[in-house]
């Protein structure tokens, strides 16, 4: 079936944006080139029904106000730089400090908010699955970063209910990339209230501990005897107010896991597997990334979401594939989670969202 798109709304600046539907006959998936965002996923659950089970809004006026990063392709450097400033090759770069002196998903001018470029377009035959792919010249200094960046991300509905993410950005010189999607799960339906029933499990032994202001700290820390021990499912509510070590009034995850295996090979490997308690959708996260932050949103508060729906705290959950938070300030994590690309060296990731 090809790809079929229709207009999706106006900014304020101008920008006349489209949404673009992938289906394979099963599942529906919606992305616009506003911010190359992904705005809904429409999959089948256990009682004949098609819930749409990604958080968003309805009209393009409001992803160019998307505060919360709804669905958001977000770069050049997803979650946070300390200090907003990093050295490479001897000089110093300074970024927008947009959150308690840091630099959070790049700070300024965020790609999820800017118009992207639609770089093909491919409907579904016998050979290959429908997919969008979308474009963005990101030129040298764009929000503070060096060198310019032609990035390429394509959004891709498989035949098995597989909605695959590729990412690609070459540098025209050293520089930081660290690409994710924000998108925030609900797999009962977006308008379903609280995913705090939702049963999670990562497939992760360590994670990297963070300050007050969620910066690693350079460790990388067992998952065991804490509420982030998710290697067996768990309802996510029940990880809250155990009152371990640590963890005094653990309320909310915000944090990065490091996915099991070294991740060198460049194959996607298992992530997490996240199950909506009432409506028995199983979605499982494949990536080649070695990190995988986990967002349980307490303080989402959008009163004008799709459909007229309002979300409040922890109305979804963000699975983010990535580099580990920092990582150009901690040169003794992994190499697999260095975020300087060169030309020789062009940033390449994918990520698999399957359903069942």
């Given at each position: 079936?090809?790809?079929?798109?229709?207009?999706?709304?106006?900014?304020?600046?101008?920008?006349?944006?489209?949404?673009?539907?992938?289906?394979?006959?099963?599942?529906?998936?919606?992305?616009?080139?506003?911010?190359?965002?992904?705005?809904?996923?429409?999959?089948?659950?256990?009682?004949?029904?098609?819930?749409?089970?990604?958080?968003?809004?309805?009209?393009?006026?409001?992803?160019?106000?998307?505060?919360?990063?709804?669905?958001?392709?977000?770069?050049?450097?997803?979650?946070?730089?300390?200090?907003?400033?990093?050295?490479?090759?001897?000089?110093?770069?300074?970024?927008?400090?947009?959150?308690?002196?840091?630099?959070?998903?790049?700070?300024?001018?965020?790609?999820?908010?800017?118009?992207?470029?639609?770089?093909?377009?491919?409907?579904?035959?016998?050979?290959?699955?429908?997919?969008?792919?979308?474009?963005?010249?990101?030129?040298?200094?764009?929000?503070?970063?060096?060198?310019?960046?032609?990035?390429?991300?394509?959004?891709?509905?498989?035949?098995?209910?597989?909605l695959r993410v590729r990412y690609r950005a070459v540098p025209s010189e050293p520089t930081l990339v660290n690409l994710t999607c924000h998108a925030y799960w609900n797999l009962n339906g977006h308008a379903s209230g609280s995913a705090l029933d939702h049963e999670l499990c990562v497939r992760a032994s360590r994670y990297t501990?963070?300050?007050?202001?969620?910066?690693?700290?350079?460790?990388?820390?067992?998952?065991?005897?804490?509420?982030?021990?998710?290697?067996?499912?768990?309802?996510?509510?029940?990880?809250?107010?155990?009152?371990?070590?640590?963890?005094?009034?653990?309320?909310?995850?915000?944090?990065?896991?490091?996915?099991?295996?070294?991740?060198?090979?460049?194959?996607?490997?298992?992530?997490?597997?996240?199950?909506?308690?009432?409506?028995?959708?199983?979605?499982?996260?494949?990536?080649?990334?070695?990190?995988?932050?986990?967002?349980?949103?307490s303080g989402l508060n959008e009163g004008h979401g799709k459909d007229g729906a309002a979300y409040g705290p922890y109305a979804g959950v963000a699975l983010e594939t990535q580099l580990f938070p920092d990582a150009v300030h901690h040169p003794e994590f992994p190499q697999v989670t260095n975020p300087v690309f060169t030309p020789?060296?062009?940033?390449?990731?994918?990520?698999?969202?399957?359903?069942?």
């Open positions: 079936m090809p790809v079929t798109s229709i207009p999706f709304g106006t900014t304020p600046s101008g920008f006349r944006a489209r949404l673009f539907l992938l289906s394979n006959g099963s599942m529906t998936v919606g992305v616009t080139d506003l911010g190359a965002c992904l705005v809904s996923c429409r999959v089948p659950d256990g009682h004949g029904n098609s819930p749409d089970v990604v958080l968003g809004f309805d009209n393009a006026t409001r992803y160019a106000d998307n505060i919360m990063t709804m669905g958001g392709l977000v770069g050049r450097v997803a979650n946070r730089i300390a200090g907003a400033r990093f050295q490479l090759a001897s000089r110093t770069y300074s970024l927008t400090a947009n959150l308690q002196g840091n630099c959070l998903h790049g700070g300024r001018d965020m790609w999820f908010q800017r118009p992207w470029a639609v770089d093909a377009i491919c409907g579904e035959t016998d050979d290959a699955a429908a997919s969008v792919t979308f474009a963005l010249a990101s030129p040298d200094g764009d929000q503070g970063f060096p060198g310019n960046l032609d990035v390429r991300v394509t959004y891709e509905l498989g035949k098995a209910n597989e501990p963070t300050d007050a202001y969620l910066i690693p700290t350079g460790e990388l820390a067992s998952v065991a005897g804490t509420p982030l021990d998710l290697r067996e499912p768990h309802r996510i509510g029940s990880q809250f107010g155990a009152g371990l070590p640590g963890f005094e009034g653990f309320d909310n995850f915000d944090h990065n896991f490091v996915l099991d295996g070294d991740g060198a090979d460049g194959a996607e490997r298992p992530a997490s597997t996240l199950v909506g308690d009432k409506s028995g959708v199983r979605m499982r996260v494949l990536t080649t990334a070695p990190g995988l932050q986990v967002y349980t949103a020789d060296r062009p940033f390449a990731s994918t990520t698999t969202f399957s359903f069942e």
